[in-house]
Structures are given as structure tokens and as C-alpha cells.
């Protein structure tokens, strides 16, 4: 077997190490959501999927992390069925029983979480109840850590703290933010997916914005 840092050469076959939607639709209720999504994300990549609120980008980091399923399609990670242990997630909102301890929910992974508290600097004997958002979604992340994820998805980085901004720059692997501000991750991220209606209407390397006006379009009309 030869490899590089993103194909491996297997009996005349590429498998590139990628987490990749293929014909994405999702619907709740017969309103589409996600319609016909396709997205590939390599090794390391950096990529802000960015949309107006309601365009569909939270629907599609659940989807991508392997929380929901499609209506139609598939997600695929290193081309097998995604296995959440391979990635860690923070959603737009952390659900946790409220009462618990944060070293009540960590031992659901592992009885040696005190590094993985203190990488993201979270107090153990706090409870539920009195963390805030940004450090509900911290702890969602720790719970990933024990499984050395190589994929971070984050979802909404309104009002995040320096710590969880900085975890996220040294995160060692792929990144997938989804945000409402692209200038917000600017310097978090070297792609941009725009999501509007629940489809794809941009994807290229950051860069390529400062020569192309791109379009947002909601329920009332477009915006530039």
C-alpha cells in the first residue's frame, strides 16, 4: 500500500479520506429542507457552511455528523457509514440533563476525563444547569475527545469563548463550521459552502469571494 496525506493506493483503487454527502435530501413533514445536497470534504480541510437563519445549514450538520438521516441520499465518511465516534460534535444546542454533573456525563465515555475537561476548561463538579451555551457545546466536544475524532463539527459559533475559538484553530483534523456570519470564522477556515433554500449555491476556497458577488436569497427576496 502507498499512501499520501489523502489517498491510499489499495489494489489499483484511490480511497480518498473524505466525509462526503451524496444526493442529500431531507424533509420533516413533507417541507423539504435539504434538497439534493452534494458535498465533499477532504482531510484537514477547513469549511464554513454558512446560510441565513432557516436556510437548512443546522438540518445539515445533523446530517453530516450522522444525528439524522436523510430522507434520500447518503453520508459517507472514508467511504464506510459514518461513525460518530470519528467525529466530534457541538450542536447549535447541547442537550444534557440538567441536574447532572459535568463528570456524571463524561463518565458515560470514560472514568480518565479530567484531560479531556481541562483541554477545553470545564469545571467537572458544575452542573448542567449552570454552564453556559458555549460551554454545553465545549463539553459535547470532551465527550468525543477519548475516541481521537479527526472530524470537528460545530454548529452556530454565536457568542463563543476564546477558549472554544482557540480549541478550534488547533483542532488537528478536518473542521466544518456552520455560522450566519462569515467573517465571524474568517480566519478559522480556508472554504466556504453557502447554503440557501436548503441547497448549495456556492463552494470554493475562501479566496475565490474577493472576486465574486455572491447571493443570498430568502423568502422575501435576494440580497447581495
Known amino acids: 500500500m502507498i499512501c499520501n496525506k489523502r489517498v491510499y493506493i489499495y489494489s ?18 413533507g417541507n423539504v429542507v435539504i434538497s439534493n445536497v452534494n458535498l465533499e ?7 464554513a457552511i ?13 446530517i453530516l455528523s450522522g444525528e439524522i438521516k436523510p430522507t434520500q ?14 467525529i466530534a460534535y457541538a450542536p447549535q444546542i447541547p442537550k444534557f440533563i440538567p441536574t447532572m454533573k459535568v463528570k456524571e456525563v463524561m463518565k458515560y465515555v470514560t472514568d480518565n476525563y479530567d ?30 475527545l477519548p475516541f481521537s475524532p479527526k472530524h470537528l ?4 459559533l454565536s457568542s463563543i469563548s476564546n477558549i472554544t475559538k482557540e480549541f478550534i484553530r488547533k483542532f ?12 465571524e470564522v474568517w ?16 463552494n470554493e476556497n475562501k479566496e475565490e469571494l474577493l472576486y465574486k458577488i455572491v447571493k443570498y436569497v430568502d423568502e422575501e427576496g435576494e440580497h447581495e
Open 153 to 156: 463539527l460545530f454548529d452556530d
Open 12 to 29: 489499483g483503487k484511490e480511497i480518498h479520506k473524505v466525509l462526503k454527502a451524496i444526493n442529500v435530501t431531507k424533509e420533516f413533514h
Open 115 to 144: 484531560p479531556f475537561l481541562d483541554e477545553l476548561g470545564l469545571d467537572k463538579e458544575k452542573r448542567i444547569r449552570d454552564l453556559s451555551l458555549d460551554e454545553k457545546k465545549r463539553l459535547s466536544i470532551a465527550l468525543s
Open 50 to 62: 454558512i446560510g441565513l437563519h432557516n436556510s437548512g445549514k443546522t438540518v445539515l450538520m445533523e
Open 172 to 183: 488537528n483534523g478536518t473542521i466544518i463550521l456552520a455560522h450566519h456570519n462569515l467573517k
Open 73 to 86: 441520499g447518503k453520508v459517507l465518511l472514508d467511504g464506510k457509514k459514518v461513525n460518530n465516534r470519528k
Open 41 to 47: 470534504v477532504r482531510d484537514n480541510d477547513k469549511v
Open 187 to 202: 480566519d478559522l477556515i480556508d472554504k466556504v459552502v453557502i447554503i440557501s433554500r436548503g441547497r448549495i449555491t456556492f
